[in-house]
């Protein structure tokens, strides 16, 4: 570059930056557009179209069309309708979401700092059951939670369990369907977040005389707050929407959010669904601002 | 630029998503496109999708399509091919062929696509409506969906008037009872495909005889152990009839009892469930120890657990059918009406319902049934006398906004 430039005089060189200025910001933009269209296609329509179709007139249906009449009765509705499953949503998901963390925080902490050679084998063990279809593995919970299933014999036996008593088709089963189903999603950020943490800040813990526990509360917690975020909005979100667990695992009493929305549109109840999932992602938006204000982490992700 | 094929699946996240803005544009998955095309074609889509996004905000046109207006063109003539989309499990099977199929694309020479994408009424109704409102073409040649869907999609004008000088077998032996529904006068627009009864299925293994519904919904051992259907008319219709109303014909009053009476079921913890076609798992393995029930399933799963029973309700039962229909821009009519033709041939019928076990619509069948297997001649649920449907009953057909707002209340109580 520098050699083919030598003998550009000073006029020139003065002159040169004005077209290539205009170049390169035409460049930025062509660069942007794939992003650009990928949003407006993938995000900005969808969105549009499901906030209008929330204020449609619910007295239209197929036939004969549906009418903008700006119906924001819809949201009074539905959510004075269904208040009930959207409280439940968020209780589920939020207990789901604190059992993911008990159990995920050791896992994550053993894989980082005491897996060794392991190390990638149980990273593999976390991330295997991707490997095998959501359905699959929520129908495996059937099986092991059926009333017939060695689980609710056992159960049954040492009297945890009444004589009529079942695992299956009850809140237990379903936040349990849950947590197995949004586990990896918990102990992959919190893993991310604890591995970069300096094994030497341990060592140095331990010199300043502060026992494993204390380092572990003064150090490593502090250290895994953006995983321990990130984890967690993870898990809640998508839980808080799942239909599935309640689907397979649940009885009438633990329907979700996510059913209500999926029963309303098959039912041909456009307007009314729209209206709860825009109400849903609404109050997971709110919620997530809340918390992320709350947990004061600006590195999230 | 090279000319490349891309595959269905994509070799690329890229090429993946250029495939599906131009399958969204219109372009087929099979040919071959440059990724040039691809990308003008995403640019244009782009444009076109965003303009029926900003559309979608002065709310939506009707979709009922007229003859007139929806045209379709039959290439029967010149396509030897046929695209027919069924539920699961309801056509004789050996390994992965279906001899009688086979059979029939032996004889005419028709290449028959079977794809068992029809899983649920409203489900797949919601994979269609967008192309059938639009009248455009779903790529499929036939479809069978249940009566009460059947008649909605034939009332949306959504179908091809079937022509039944193609079908010398069904006019003459289409049983008597089904040859003229309310919804579909003179089977114009639909050819029956199997028939079906709801009613209470038990594992005997577990439980006792069950012979009511008012009995499966009180019985307290039974209690957190049975399961429902999900559909509504099948179990709303046994409801109208526990409270004494007749569920092709029912007040608004005599509605709101039923809806009531359903409210206690599901607060009393009685049902445990309420399922599509999943309860025969649960059954078989005895989480579930009796459910409301079709019959085919059931006769099915007695082959390998004998202990699984199937009862027609004290109350009666609900009768109901499966659809065949040809939908609007299938051009391959004629050869849709061959194949339904075909299935009306007493001995194929008879083959096709020794492997399903649904009631077969297909006077005749019961005789030629004798050679396939002796057995299940006279068996009730495959070939019932017109004694044996005398208690059953079929839920009213009701327009789209009435069926709607049934399914949402239905809905609100067994979602709790």
Known sequence: ?301 | MTRRRIHPNGDSAADRLALQIAQTFGAGTGRALSRRTVLRGAGVSALALSSTGWLTACGTEGTVQTKDECKSTDKSDTEKTLNWSNWPLYIDEKGKKYPTLEDFQKQTGIKVTYTTDVNDNNEFFAKVRNQLGACDSTGRDIFVLTDWMAARVISLGWTQELDHANMPNVDANLVESLSNPAWDEGRKHSVPWQSGLTGIAYNAKYTGEVTSFEELLTRPDLKGKISLLSEMGDTMGFMLKLTGADPAKFSEDEWQAALDKMQQVVDSGQVRQFTGNDYTRPLNKGDIVACEAWSGDVIAMQYDNPDIKFVLPEEGTSLWSDNMMVPNKSEHKTNAEKLMNYYYDPEVAARLAAWVNYICPVQGAEEAMASIDESLVGNPLIFPTSEDLATTFAFANVDTKTREEYDKAFNAIIGA
């Open chain 1, 1 to 301: 570059m520098s050699t083919a430039a030598a003998p550009v005089g000073p006029a020139e060189a003065v002159a040169a930056p004005a077209p290539e200025e205009r170049k390169r910001g035409w460049t930025g933009y062509l660069l942007l557009a794939p992003a650009m269209l990928w949003l407006l296609v993938f995000f900005i329509i969808p969105m549009v179209s499901l906030v209008s179709t929330s204020l449609y007139d619910p007295s239209g249906s197929l036939e004969t069309g549906y009418s903008m009449t700006g119906h924001i009765a819809n949201y009074v509705d539905t959510l004075s309708e269904y208040s009930k499953q959207f409280i439940r949503s968020i209780i589920y998901a939020g207990i789901a979401t604190l059992a993911c963390l008990l159990l995920g925080y050791p896992l994550a902490y053993a894989i980082a700092f005491k897996a060794g050679r392991w190390k990638n084998l149980m990273l593999v063990a976390v991330i295997a059951p991707f490997f095998t279809s959501f359905l699959i593995r929520t129908l495996s919970w059937q099986l092991i939670l059926g009333d017939q299933a060695w689980v609710a014999d056992i159960l049954r036996g040492i009297g945890l369990l009444g004589e009529e008593g079942h695992l299956m088709a009850t809140p237990l089963a379903v936040v349990t369907g849950i947590t197995y189903n949004f586990l990896p999603f918990m102990v992959l950020p919190l893993y991310a977040s604890l591995e970069k943490i300096d094994p030497r800040l341990h060592e140095a813990g331990a010199d300043l005389y502060a026992s494993p526990f204390t380092t572990f509360r003064k150090v490593t917690v502090p250290l895994s707050m953006p995983g321990v975020v990130a984890g967690t909005l993870l898990t809640f979100i998508p839980a808080a929407g799942d239909y599935i667990n309640a689907q397979l695992l649940g009885n009438p009493q633990t329907t979700m959010i996510g059913n209500v929305i999926q029963n309303l549109f098959d039912g041909g109840s456009y307007p009314e669904a729209a209206a709860l999932s825009v109400t849903l992602m609404a109050a997971i938006v709110v919620m997530v601002l809340v918390y992320i204000n709350r947990a004061g982490t600006e590195e999230l992700v």
